[in-house]
């Protein structure tokens, strides 16, 4: 046996490298299943972030259906979600083929790639400008010629959605008018869905400045066989009800969630009815709908219904309508993220602290599950991976604050005294953090260093009151919740109070660079992070652009609020190392916001380092980016916190007070 060391935290040596993080990233969302073959979408970082469809065939064959420089994303609401349907076509033996529809990102048009073709076929017609007319959300027409889907378009500042009924056939992509509009009326439009029997339509949608989240109706209508549907109803939602996910149960049935009693349950409604709670539960059956076209529950043959359900992270379970009963189906895997069947096969993404995100196909009855597709092979040994302990602690007034705490896990470092620790802080900030694997955190905590990842009040996974403890108060709650993460670790022993960071993406930026104002924290690491509040609202896209409104306060009434709670204005009082992390490309938060906060900070004589990405976006989808962003931030700490640069990693040049580094 090797006896284990002692090395300076930070030092610590790992395999887990940051080119295997990055590489870790390839993600997978988005299955279908159709008469026993599936689909799915898989993001690589390794190809500059494309996004291409798999397909899994019956005797196990996996194939790419799109080859390079084709990338099937869809820029929705900038967020996107589902790109792509796969379409039953009948060859000329009547034999059904499935090809599948995509939304392809350079241009935002559908197009249709036929079994067996490598070269697909526009669907949709080339709008005035690249991106345009974008779609998403898609499903199959009852009269399997048709795609009904959520089309979003852009003219010059206007942005209006609809929802489109579009030909197979492509006539579309060169005669306009036969791309039909089906719904109009709201500002956001989502999950589109025809009765089985092709006679009417139910949606969801919601008008600003309401996100998906806090209200939203569902809607239903008989749907004609030409033009637009009319005489559309309410069978749920309002102002202060989020209504998510409709599913046809059948010709006058409809499931749903809903978190009319606090948390997103699942109901079910007839079209000439009221609505029944299936299972009446303090715990979530889906994720926040940031993305278009999530599946958290699916409809068997037999009328069981497989379901996401939990807090931040979301386990299965399946539910029997005939009895009421839920059963937890036990995996290897505690945190899913989505859900497929065709009635008798069910798929999902689904992960846990050390099995990397994979699809996996699940045995409903026991639980049981097959790994169909594991993008990263070779995982590191699983005592270099950090087993997150959930905890409850007490924030400011006695409020409860959830968190996942990380502990430095290295099996061949004795780990001595308080660690330096960084509080993670997720972005939104309507989300979560989950304990999915991740190895982004494995890279920090198999060196030394530990991470607290806060769900703050206004994350979601703990119902809708929690959720509302950032109405009003974004930049204040978020603030307060992540000092106290920090302060419980310090109280505890775990952390040294001279060893504190926090970092953030997007929302969590702010929140980050709000906490660096309280003295706490030695210093802090922005991704792509909010510096200015008003700026955002007047610059950012569409589909956030009203989301201030509930957690601040409407303009002009908050003027001075939006300005008291911007980093930007709030610099001089940041003493501590600032790392900014930025991509140049970014439509939700703009590069500008990142270039003048490092103005402010070289002026206030604070360190910082300002690193931009030539080409990114909100989020960084290249390896490149995700390996220099995460050596970028461990020298960065190594700097701050011991003064030295860890080995294998370039150091990090800082703007000083006396203009060196």
Known sequence: MNERVILPYGSWPSPVTAADSAQGTVRLGFPSVAAGEIWWEETRPDEGGRTTVMHLAPDGTVTDLLPAPWNARTRVHEYGGRS???????????????????????????YLLEKGSREPRPLTPEPASPGALRY?????????????????????????????????SGRASHTPSAVRTLVTGADFFASPVPSPDGTKLAWISWDSPRMPWTGTQLRVAALPGSGPVTASRVLRGGIKESVLHPRWRDDDTLYFVSDWSGWWNLYETRVQGQALALYPDEAEFTPPPWQLGTTP??????GRIVTLRGHADLTVSAYDPATAD????????????????????????????????????LNPDTGATTVLRRPLDTPPTVDYLPRPEATTLSGRYGTTVHANVYPPTNPAIEDEGPAPYVVWVHGGPTGAATAAFDLHKAYFTSRGIGIIDV????????????????????GVVDVED???????LVDKGLADPTRLAIR?????????????THGVFACGVSYYGVTDLLRLAQETHDFESRYLDTIIGALPGYTSTYRERSPIN???????????LQGTEDPVVPVSQARELAAVLRDRKIPHALVEFEGESHGFRRTDTVTTALEKELAFYCKVFFGFTPPGVPPIELVTPEGDS
């Open 84 to 110: 792509y349907l796969p379409v039953p076509r009948r060859d000329d033996k009547a034999l059904t083929r499935w090809g599948i529809v995509f939304a392809n990102f350079s241009d935002q048009r559908l």
């Open 136 to 168: 998403a959300d898609p499903v199959l027409a009852p009269d399997r010629k048709h795609l009904i889907c959520v089309q979003e378009s852009h003219d010059g500042a206007a942005v209006t959605r609809s929802i489109v009924s579009i030909p197979l």
């Open 297 to 302: 529950y699916c409809v068997l043959d037999n």
């Open 326 to 361: 839920l059963t937890p189906l036990t995996t290897p895997y505690t945190t899913w993220q989505d859900l497929a069947s065709d009635g008798t096969t069910v798929v999902g993404v689904a992960s846990s602290p050390t099995e990397p995100t994979s699809l996996v196909r």
């Open 455 to 474: 769900n703050y009040g206004g994350s979601t996974g703990y119902g809708r009151s929690y959720r509302e403890r950032l109405n009003g108060q974004w």
């Open 482 to 488: 992540a000092i106290a993460a920090a302060q419980a």
């Open 504 to 516: 953030g993406g997007s929302a969590g930026g702010l929140t980050t660079l709000l906490a660096l």
């Open 570 to 580: 709030r610099a001089a009082e940041i003493t501590s190392p600032v790392l900014l």
